[in-house]
């Protein structure tokens, strides 16, 4: 009997060491699922807790990346948007019988030592990196999808994540160090940087960045369509000055997936970085520009625009909120104006709902080919009692009004919002343009496909700004500042054709200028190739008809909580203004605030009428053809 026991104790540990440390492999037809809330409680007094969220995030983000690149083997529940948790909605939609993961087998693991572990067979080993040099995690995270890693902060104290998966446990080897053995910086902006002839840039942070340069861009190690602009370790500063999971360690996993660069740089040339106040003027800038200049090369010399998910981290670094001379928006739009000088497009996961999880896994979602809208008819204007018979607006005293339903331009905003906003019962009620960036379905394929196929007939999609991706396109055109580059308007629309024919779009809500030029002829030519139907550029003429493409100056924002407020303001709008439509941007509303603001506008003027987006810009167009000078911009501004 003694003997038996004995046995079966033995057995015993060795099950479970080989769940633990790895020996059992997680099979490619199952899928691991993971529940990472743990790291978004707890009161984050202590260090200790903040480092155990951070670490824990981000070695699961690049775990994800690379175990998820193939095929979608390990889903995890994380993002919140307040009493809604996002991933466990979308698991739960795809779930149900007949959807995509239906009867799949499932395996739910309770620690991440035992997670990893299970995945052992799938990584290499450990990328370790420097708690004292920031920028050493975003390098982590873009070493670890080139060379199948998971990321590890170097803290040699005992119950760290580093002490259990390398010291402890499944003693996972270290492939990389990004600091040194002994836990001092290997990266100390003097000298010459680690492993290269190349000079010091007098900064450490951007040291670490040029390292990555040398060794894995240069080497063409790395994938340089992808890019990923999220907040380094300085996070764990200030974590609770905003939402608890903006370390957007999450988000990684897409871009560990495919084998993107990483980075965390100020776009402004006329102060230090925030972060980096002893650095040599421009020094971000300049390792930006490296960045951007070679991917642009290495991608047919800009024929594939480089997509970069992320945003400038307004609330910690490079703007007045941490110190700097500039505002929030003007760092948006100045980080917007030097990446779309290079061929490249933000996917604009913006503080607020700049979360998402799992992108990795969804990628995989079969979408179909085509999901098209129909185009509004001549026949049908008529019959609706808009045109006359002979295709004149008729005049019965009518303003027209469209919303920008937005700003739907990141992968992250759509994910979360939808069942906060898309699902509002009042959906349907009156006629929307919700305005959504089809460059989403790459890291939302689910979300689209569920949004277009549970529209109503007064949901009506046209593209958010500025296209397929956000970047500012008078910086295609020729001649280029800050890149000097060939003109990309051309390249700008074979890249933007795919994406508006496979969701049926033929007009972009928005075209966010900035401080950007206004769009030339050859900008207009290129909207006009994938954007027939209409744009709405900022620095336009009031009015204008380029070719058949009617162009249309925005206007104002609209975006108080009050709908009688709201209400109030387009009603004045509209009464200044000399035309007969007019379009407001909205951000963030739900069906609800448009039922209510246009019923407040309704007691107000009965004669202002919202329309959805193609009888709005198929009026618009007719009106243009039957108005020569409003056809030619010569309307008097207001």
């Not at 009867?103 to 370790?128: C, E």
């Not at 942070?205 to 063409?220: P, Q, T």
């Not at 999220?230 to 084998?259: A, C, E, G």
Request: net charge negative.
């Amino acid at each position: 009997m003694r003997v038996v026991s004995l046995f079966v104790f033995i057995v015993g540990v060795m099950m479970y060491n080989s769940m633990s440390y790895g020996q059992t492999a997680v099979s490619s037809n199952t899928i691991a699922v993971f529940d990472l809330g743990y790291a978004l409680e707890g009161t984050w007094a202590h260090p200790r807790e903040v480092k155990r969220a951070w670490d824990h995030a981000h070695t699961l983000a690049t775990l994800q990346g690379v175990v998820n690149r193939e095929s979608p083997r390990l889903y995890t529940y994380f993002v919140k948007n307040g009493q809604h948790d996002i991933d466990r909605y979308w698991w739960s939609k795809y779930r149900t019988e007949g959807a995509w993961l239906a009867g799949r087998d499932t395996v739910v693991y309770p620690d991440i030592v035992s997670l990893i572990g299970a995945f052992r067979n799938d990584i290499g080993g450990v990328v370790v990196y420097d708690p004292a040099v920031p920028a050493t995690s975003n390098v982590a995270s873009a070493v670890a999808g080139a060379e199948r890693l998971i990321a590890v902060r170097y803290d040699p104290e005992a119950g760290s994540l580093y002490h259990q998966l390398v010291k402890t446990g499944p003693r996972l080897p270290v492939k990389v160090w990004l600091v040194k053995k002994d836990g001092k910086p290997l990266f100390t902006g003097s000298g010459t940087i680690s492993g290269t002839s190349r000079p010091s840039s007098g900064s450490a942070k951007n040291d670490a960045y040029r390292w990555f340069i040398e060794h894995y861009l240069k080497k063409g190690k790395c994938n340089t369509a992808f890019g990923a602009y999220y907040i380094d370790q300085h996070w764990m500063t200030d974590p609770t000055r905003i939402n608890r999971n903006h370390h957007t360690l999450s988000n990684h996993d897409y871009f560990v997936s495919k084998n993107a660069f990483f980075f965390d740089l100020s776009p402004w040339a006329d102060e230090p970085a925030t972060d980096d106040p002893k650095q040599r003027l421009g020094t971000d800038l300049e390792t930006l520009k490296e960045f951007l200049l070679l991917a642009y090369q290495q991608n047919g010399n800009g024929n594939t625009f480089t997509h970069i998910g992320g945003f400038p981290p307004w609330a910690f670094k490079y703007t007045q909120h941490a110190g700097g001379k500039h505002d929030d928006v003007p760092t948006e739009w100045e980080y917007s104006r030097i990446i779309s000088a290079y061929n490249a497009f933000k996917d604009a996961d913006a503080i607020g709902y700049g979360a998402l999880a799992n992108a990795s896994f969804w990628q995989h979602y079969p979408l179909k080919d085509s999901y098209p809208q129909q185009r509004v008819t001549d026949e049908e204007l008529v019959e609706r009692g808009y045109l006359t018979a002979d295709g004149k607006l008729v005049e019965n005293g009518k303003e027209y009004l469209v919303f920008y339903v937005g700003d739907y331009d990141a992968a992250s905003w759509l994910s979360q919002t939808t069942p906060t906003l898309w699902d509002d019962p009042n959906r349907g009620k009156v006629p929307l343009m919700w305005c959504i960036s089809p460059v989403l379905a790459q890291r939302a394929p689910m979300v689209m496909e569920y949004r277009w196929l549970s529209a109503t007939p007064n949901d009506y999609f046209a593209a958010a700004d500025n296209g397929a991706g956000y970047l500012m396109p008078g910086m295609l055109q020729a001649p280029r500042d800050v890149s000097g580059l060939p003109d990309a308007t051309q390249q700008w629309a074979a890249h933007n054709i795919p994406y508006y024919k496979q969701w049926g779009l033929s007009i972009t809500g928005f075209v966010i200028d900035g401080e950007a030029p206004g769009l030339n002829e050859a900008g207009l030519d290129a909207y006009a190739r994938f954007s027939p139907d209409g744009i709405v550029p900022q620095k336009v003429p009031l009015t204008l008809l380029h070719g058949k493409m009617p162009v249309f100056r925005s206007d104002e924002d609209v975006n108080q909580e009050d709908p009688a407020v709201a209400a109030q303001i387009i009603v004045n709008r509209v009464d200044k203004r000399p035309l007969r439509f007019h379009w407001f941007r909205n951000i963030l509303k739900s069906p609800t605030w448009y039922v209510q603001v246009v019923d407040e506008i309704r007691d107000r003027n009965p004669n202002i009428e919202l329309l959805d987006g193609a009888t709005f810009f198929a009026l618009y167009r007719k009106y243009l053809e039957n108005t020569p000078d409003a056809a030619k911009g010569l309307w008097p501004e207001n």
